[in-house]
């Protein structure tokens, strides 16, 4: 016995070595891809020393004898840092996921195959201008620098996310940042889903006037009646089961609710405390780690520009120069219209155009899959745009027999100039310079928020088609692609774009709201991506006579929910302080305490409080009773609560209350019997998921920001080091915005918000401020990779200077790129 328990003692021991040594091995390997900052490499490409000084955030102050060189520099920078997350977005864009990842990603790789999105890039290159195709070329010679020091040094194959999958990372080309922009039109862009759910709501929908109560239009004028879509489509079913997107994070296609959102604000010197122009930015994506974000200091020929990049691009996309400050939000401008092309019954490689029956456009595509054969895909293109497999977007759903869906969209121009248009931002000394710049921008349309030092201004980019007023759908539903007056009919004028400069009351903002009413063809959009967080802001603005910095900083991270308090009155009117006193542990008992919490509570979506959760449940469960008993399974596709549709069964608006009643009941149920059932629903939910009192509850433990690394993000244990979780305040409706998944085990999960924020001061611009969501590294050995995060999570800054000095004060290196000599 004393054998063998000497025998297991060392076989015991030896176990434990190899997992320690194995541990070792990986940690070795891994770190040998943490970039150095304080060195001086010897590189091709550049004309003159360039140098890159990292400030105490890691956040990069390049230096350069040309524009050319610091472009060079920058993409160095990236490549440092990013490697992994630029060698993904480019797999995705030219849809080759699954020759890494095999066949799981093979659903992503048919979509960016059949939208041809990498190839219009690169047709895209040569319809730059000038100046942008020598910083394309320039930051692509920088990436590729740090590739060959990669391979000759042996630096870890870049990232150690290239130890656990085989990938061969090919030479950057200029065409490669162009076919970036074009995938992140493809993340902002939402229409394509909203004309789907539209169709397939109306098709379920028995009443045709319940369709505005669950679809609202933004507030404001009205519209003409639209044809219904099984009137145009005859046939269809009421509703079809849609096929499930690929199960991976890797899919680019955000949920209908998390496409683009942000918000941007500026002040005149009228309206600011210390006389110069405030501009505040926060663009909203999917929260990820590393950050979308990137933070770069460019020190160019017209001066230095610094903000946020995004790697992969050699541009500032939202930020400053000591002249001008510039940011972006989702203008949801109405970019994509959907077709139903109709086969020749005698030949299915033809479809039916206004001139007669018409040969698709086709060529073949081979999909490479790991560990498995691959896949010859025939890409078809209607003289409106690509054939739409219909396993996405639930299509096949929509689809009748004998026809295929194809999609018009802006960013599927061969003649992109949207990066020369950005560039030129960049290059801008005034608003109005900057506005004319913006006029070869395509896509994704953006509303450009501008200050200089005496002028504010918002700008709607991109191209806005120019569709005929006798349009079927006016692009709200999928149209009869055969029909003239459906098809687009080119651009409208860049000058009809709307345009907002020096308004008299010295402020201007966007969170996505509506900003005109126009009729259509001229209507700009019919889909807005916020009802409620601007009533907060107009509240935020109009508080004070004169701004600060630190009053944008403020808005910026306000947690208080219009939404709440006006729901809230109209959804519990008759349960406020009605009932009677009810036993401890009763269902009764528990929505009085619920009852009463929320009734002194002022809407601040707040982590560590209890009424945010309660409120959150209440309204989930509510709109899910509303909704369940008409539109059945399709009611899983509505997602999140819409505030709107809310309001108006509350309101009985147009016959809204028409929702409360469960039609398959005897009795007439009221709004307020769904109100009570749908709060006994919350208070079960939430106790079953979190337990204990209601006090005790934390909003923050069921809303924690989810910034997870998309592929080993998945991994046992290696998850635990990469993904970062933060309890966090705001909500979907709040100015501090944290969208929720509204699905799964956890629906409140904080998804998709501002995983950048900057403040600029232009009166004093060296005060500027901004922050990312995680940190610069994507290399989970960094201390850089989660440094930002805490700081983000409690609502700081770092310091956003043009000063070289104080980046050079506390830098954690300086690296030197020298011209290498033959």
């Not at 918002?458 to 191209?463: N, S």
């Not at 433990?701 to 991994?715: F, M, N, R, S």
């Not at 983000?792 to 104080?806: A, F, H, I, Q, T």
Request: aromatic share 8%; proline share 7%.
């Amino acid at each position: 016995m004393a054998l063998v328990f000497r025998w297991l003692l060392r076989l015991a021991g030896a176990l434990v070595l190899l997992v320690v040594l194995g541990v070792g091995l990986i940690y070795f390997l891994a770190s040998q891809s943490l970039p150095d900052y304080d060195r001086t490499v010897s590189v091709q490409g550049v004309t003159a020393p360039v140098e890159i000084v990292r400030d105490n955030a890691a956040v990069p102050h390049i230096f350069g004898e040309t524009d050319s060189d610091v472009f060079f520099g920058l993409g160095y920078a990236h490549a440092q840092d990013r490697l992994w997350q630029m060698t993904m977005l480019r797999r995705t864009a030219q849809g080759r996921l699954s020759e890494v990842f095999g066949t799981r990603t093979v659903g992503i790789d048919r979509l960016l195959r059949r939208l041809d999105l990498y190839r219009l890039a690169q047709q895209s290159v040569e319809a730059q201008d000038a100046p942008t195709r020598a910083a394309l070329t320039a930051y692509a010679a920088g990436v590729n620098a740090r590739l060959a020091e990669i391979n000759e040094r042996a630096l870890g194959r870049g990232a150690p996310e290239m130890f656990l999958f085989d990938v061969t990372v090919a030479p950057w080309q200029p065409g490669d940042s162009l076919a970036i922009i074009k995938l992140m039109a493809l993340q902002l862009a939402g229409h394509l889903q909203d004309e789907v759910l539209r169709a397939r709501t109306s098709l379920m929908l028995e009443d045709a006037d319940r369709l505005a109560d669950i679809l609202p239009d933004a507030p404001g004028s009205g519209i003409a009646a639209l044809p219904e879509y099984a009137a145009m489509f005859p046939g269809l079913p009421r509703y079809a089961e849609a096929g499930p997107d690929p199960d991976t994070p890797l899919w680019p296609v955000p949920a209908r609710g998390l496409a683009g959102a942000s918000n941007a604000w500026a002040a005149a010197p009228n309206r600011s405390a210390a006389g110069g122009t405030l501009l505040a930015n926060d663009p909203h994506l999917g929260f990820t780690a590393p950050s979308t974000w990137y933070l770069a200091r460019l020190e160019l020929a017209k001066g230095g520009v610094i903000g946020a990049t995004v790697p992969g691009m050699p541009v500032v996309l939202s930020g400053r120069s000591a002249h001008l400050g510039w940011g972006l939000t989702s203008s949801y401008l109405d970019d994509q219209d959907l077709y139903i092309e109709r086969l020749n019954p005698d030949n299915p490689e033809e479809y039916l155009t206004p001139d007669g029956y018409k040969r698709f456009d086709s060529r073949p595509s081979i999909i490479e899959i790991k560990d498995a054969p691959p896949i010859t895909l025939t890409l078809r293109w209607t003289e409106n745009g690509p054939v739409l497999p219909g396993s996405r977007y639930a299509l096949e759903t929509i689809t009748p027999q004998g026809h295929v869906v194809s999609l018009a969209w802006t960013a599927l121009s061969p003649r992109d100039t949207s990066m020369s248009a950005a560039l030129a931002v960049m290059g801008a000394s005034t608003v109005r310079e900057a506005i004319a710049a913006s006029e070869g921008y395509i896509a994704p349309s953006q509303n450009l928020m501008l200050a200089d030092q005496e002028t504010i201004a918002l700008k709607t980019i991109g191209a806005v088609p120019r569709r005929d007023p006798r349009h079927q759908s006016r692009g709200r539903l999928p149209s009869q692609g055969w029909r003239a007056e459906n098809r687009w009919q080119g651009r409208m004028p860049y000058a009809s774009n709307p345009e907002f400069v020096s308004p008299r009351g010295g402020i201007l903002g966007n969170t996505n709201n509506k900003i005109v009413e126009r009729p259509f063809p001229n209507h700009i959009s019919y889909e807005w991506g916020d009802t409620q967080r601007i009533n907060r802001w107009q509240r935020l603005m109009q508080s004070r006579e004169v701004h600060t910095r630190d009053s944008f900083i403020e808005a910026q991270l306000d947690p208080v929910s219009f939404t709440a308090r006006s729901l809230l009155p109209l959804i519990g009117a008759d349960l406020w302080f009605t009932g009677q006193a009810a036993p401890e542990g009763t269902p009764e008992r528990q929505r009085q305490i619920a009852l009463a919490l929320l009734a002194d509570w002022n809407g601040e979506m707040n982590e560590h409080m209890p009424e945010p959760l309660i409120y959150a449940a209440w309204l989930r469960a509510l709109q899910e009773r509303l909704i369940r008993d008409e539109l059945g399974p399709l009611a899983e596709e509505f997602k999140h609560v819409e505030p709107l549709f809310i309001e108006r069964v509350y309101r009985d608006i147009d016959g809204a209350a028409a929702w409360c009643d469960i039609r398959q009941s005897a009795p007439r149920e009221t709004c307020t019997d769904m109100a009570r059932l749908a709060l006994d629903d919350a208070l079960i939910w939430i106790n079953e998921r979190y337990g204990g009192s209601l006090e005790s509850l934390r909003w923050g433990d069921a809303h924690q920001a989810t910034h997870d690394h998309p592929v080993l993000g998945e991994v046992p244990v290696l998850r635990y080091f990469v993904n970062i979780r933060q309890s966090t305040s705001g909500g979907d409706n709040t100015l501090q915005r944290g969208r929720t998944s509204g699905e799964g085990p956890d629906p409140f999960q904080n998804v998709h918000g501002a995983g950048f924020r900057g403040v600029y001061d232009f009166a004093d611009p060296n005060s500027s401020v901004f922050i990312i969501s995680t940190g610069q590294s994507g290399h989970f050995l960094s201390r850089h990779y989660d440094d930002m995060a805490q700081l983000w999570r409690r609502g700081e800054y770092v310091p956003m200077s043009l000063d070289v000095n104080l980046a050079r004060a506390a830098a954690v290196g300086v690296t030197r790129l020298m011209p290498r000599t033959p």
